[in-house]
C-alpha cells in the first residue's frame, strides 16, 4: 500500500468531479496523522482503527450529504444552547453548559493543547 500522501493532479474546467477534485486537493495537503496520534494516546485506541473509523464513519454519512451539512459537532452544539433557551431556566443552562464544556474538551482531544 501507498503512503497517505497529499493529491496533487490537475483536471479540466468540465470535469464533473473538479469541485471534489479541488476539495481533495485543498484537505490533504495537512498531515492527518498527529491529529490521529493524539487522539490514540488519549485515548488507548491504535491509529490503524481510528483511521478506519474515520473512514467508515465518512462512507456512511453520504458524501453528497457530507458535503452539504454543517459538522455535526457544530450542530449538536447549537441544539444543545436552543434546548436551554427553550426552556429558559438558569438550570437548564448549566445544563447545556456542562454539555457544551464535554464537546469542547472532546473536540481538543488530539491538539497538543497550545494556542
Request: proline letters at 6%.
Amino acid at each position: 500500500m501507498k503512503e497517505m500522501e497529499p493529491y496533487r493532479d490537475r483536471w479540466e474546467a468540465d470535469d464533473p468531479h473538479a469541485n471534489f477534485k479541488a476539495e481533495v486537493a485543498a484537505y490533504t495537503v495537512t498531515d492527518p496523522l498527529p491529529t490521529l496520534e493524539g487522539l490514540s494516546r488519549a485515548t488507548g485506541i491504535p491509529v490503524p482503527c481510528l483511521v478506519r473509523y474515520v473512514l467508515v464513519k465518512w462512507a456512511a454519512s453520504g458524501a453528497e450529504a457530507l458535503l452539504a451539512m454543517t459538522p455535526i459537532a457544530l450542530r449538536q452544539m447549537r441544539e444543545h444552547v436552543e434546548r436551554a433557551e427553550a426552556v429558559g431556566t438558569d438550570a437548564a443552562r448549566l445544563e447545556a453548559y456542562a454539555a457544551l464544556r464535554q464537546m469542547v474538551a472532546w473536540l481538543e482531544v488530539g491538539t497538543d493543547g497550545s494556542d
